[in-house]
Structure formats: C-alpha cells, structure tokens
C-alpha cells in the first residue's frame, strides 16, 4: 500500500499560499541539500494527488518543463485531481485522472494501486479533508524563516484536532529553513 505524504512550503505562521506575496519561497537558499531533498523526494514517489486548483497551475508550467529528471519524472508519473468541477484531465499533462466522486474512498484505492509514496503537493483544502479521513500518512514540511500574516494556511481555523508525531527535522542552507517530518500519531 501506498504512504500518502503532504509535502509542503510553509511559513512560520503555517501559510502555504499567499497570493500577495508571491515568491517568498525563491528568496530563501535551501542549498544544495534542500534541492536534493525534492529531487529525492520526487523519484521515491509513484504518484501525485492534486487538488484542481494547484492541478491546473501544474498543467500550465511543468508539460514544458520536462529537459532534466525532476520535470521527468513529473511528466510522467500517474497524477489523480481531486475535483467537483472538473469533468476531465487536461490533455496537455499525460497520466492525469480525475477523481470526482466520494473522496476519501477514491483516494483509498489510490493508496492500494502504488507501493511507493504518492505526493501530495499545495492542495491545501484536499490535505485538511484527507487529515480529517486519516488518509495522510506523513507530512513533510519546509519551513521557511518568514511571517506573513496574511495567506492560506495549511490548516485553517476550524480544522479538527490532530496530533503528530516528530520523524525528522533537518536545517536546510545558509537562510534558516527548516524540514519537519511527521506523522499522525496512531
């Protein structure tokens, strides 16, 4: 069976979109140990699961990004999106398939089809319906030295009490970001 594992760039404050502030991420040096951590990361993975709205801006960029393993690999490898409104994949972006129907059984049968981990990128209102399943198996975040104030947040007011437990944490680059890897704790 499949690890469903979130992965996300996170502010200090848990915000992981702010449209506002675009481009908080590329401010910061991961080194090159932050850039082997994703490239890692992406070639453990058999899967992604998206939501619509980071699906779509994935669709647009990375079908011409494809030169060098880590665009790849994304090209490539199987992509669920996770959508109310979406009736079918964009052609444009091969191996993506839409799961509209129940969610938590859908991505349960996902999990069955891939031993390996299954990705799940930005996405935020996709993971908090996951968490509230229990269907994330791991979270992994890098967290970034800045406060925004103001963004979407990974867990958002109102989300269900879940508690983690700490797998790993590793300083990343001169800049203070930081990777922290949980899990629920079961």
């Known amino acids: 069976m499949g690890k469903l594992v ?8 848990g915000v992981i979109d702010s449209p506002g502030e675009a481009g908080w991420v590329f ?3 991961t080194g090159d140990d932050g850039n082997k951590f994703k490239l890692d990361e992406l070639m453990a993975a058999d899967a992604q699961l998206l939501g619509r709205i980071t699906y779509q801006g994935f669709a647009q ?4 990004m494809g030169a060098d393993d880590f665009g790849k690999k994304m090209n490539s490898m199987p992509k669920f999106v996770v959508s109310t409104t979406l009736t079918s994949a964009d052609a444009t972006w091969e191996n993506s ?5 129940d969610v938590a059984t859908e991505v349960a049968r996902v999990k069955e089809q891939f031993a390996g981990d299954i990705l799940i990128a930005g996405s935020g209102h996709l993971v908090r319906t996951l968490a509230v399943h229990d269907l994330v198996d791991e979270y992994r975040l890098m967290v970034f030295p800045i406060v925004l104030g103001t963004g979407k947040r990974l867990f958002e007011e109102g989300t269900p009490r879940i508690e983690l437990r700490l797998l790993d944490s590793r300083p990343l680059g001169p800049d203070g970001v930081v990777i922290l890897t949980y899990a629920p704790a079961r």
Do not use: G, R
């Not at 979130?6 to 404050?13: H, M």
């Not at 960029?61 to 011409?64: G, H, L, N, R, T």
């Open 27 to 29: 401010k910061y040096n």
């Open 6 to 13: 979130v992965t996300e760039f996170i502010t200090v404050d």
């Open 61 to 64: 960029a990375w079908p011409s």
């Open 97 to 101: 398939t839409v799961i509209s129907a």
